[in-house]
């Protein structure tokens, strides 16, 4: 059995009913400062990570919890700035790196995770299936997570939602300065099979973002895994002991 290392403290799961996600005015003023900075850390990341492509990503400016309802306001800026800003240590403490994931459970309420391939923003961690926010979920100022959240399941695991059972609602991980607004979805497949019919999918591609799907079966094997705080968060509160 694992040792079992704490979750952070900062790190809280809990279910909401509802997102209201709108952007708001620009630009980002810390980007904005810093753009020689942001240019030269761009050319020695790609040179590091060649895979890392920059375009228009959205950061949380503000948000808050009530009643079940997510509610935030996002900013646009460019993923240079974003890599900057993270690979800093998230020197702006006003925002927040917003995301949508993909909890995929089995038959059996396991839960299956990605582990990210080399030359990736986060090679070599597991975590549920993500992405950030980009200009495609962008409808007339206000954020479609939903559907970022199903192209990121479909982009990553083949997945689509007429294949599984969506779960009602959200859940919601805020451990700072990432929040991660996750679909629960469950599939009639046991853990195995649909472990095998991602890594097909996997093997379909020809340049895949995950190099290996884990399943997760109970909170002690969430301890040795490579993940970040708020990953590990999530799966205890999903997975029981």
């Avoid at 999918?201 to 190099?211: M, T, Y």
Wanted: aromatic share 8%; glycine share 8%; net charge negative.
């Amino acid at each position: 059995m694992a040792a079992q290392q704490p979750i952070e403290a900062d790190a809280r799961s809990f279910r909401i009913a509802r997102c209201v996600l709108t952007v708001g005015a620009g630009p980002w003023s810390f980007a904005e400062r810093r753009r020689a900075e942001i240019a030269a850390h761009w050319k020695r990341s790609q040179a590091e990570r060649p895979k890392l492509f920059d375009g228009t990503v959205y950061l949380l400016r503000s948000y808050s919890v009530g009643q079940g309802t997510l509610s935030g306001t996002l900013v646009r800026t460019d993923f240079k700035s974003f890599l900057y800003w993270r690979d800093r240590g998230y020197e702006d403490a006003n925002m927040r790196d917003g995301f949508g994931s993909a909890v995929i459970r089995s038959a059996e309420g396991h839960v299956l995770l990605g582990q990210q391939s080399d030359g990736h923003l986060n090679a070599g961690l597991v975590y549920p299936p993500s992405g950030m926010i980009d200009e495609r979920d962008d409808v007339g100022g206000v954020i479609d997570i939903e559907a970022s959240i199903v192209r990121e399941l479909g982009e990553e695991t083949g997945l689509q939602p007429a294949d599984l059972a969506r779960v009602p609602g959200f859940v919601l991980t805020v451990s700072a300065p990432l929040l991660c607004i996750a679909i629960e979805w469950r599939s009639a497949l046991p853990a195995e099979a649909l472990r095998e019919s991602i890594l097909s999918h996997i093997r379909d591609q020809p340049a895949p973002e995950l190099a290996d799907i884990v399943i997760v079966r109970s909170r002690d094997e969430i301890y040795d895994r490579p993940m970040l705080a708020y990953a590990k968060s999530m799966l205890h509160f999903l997975v029981s002991a």
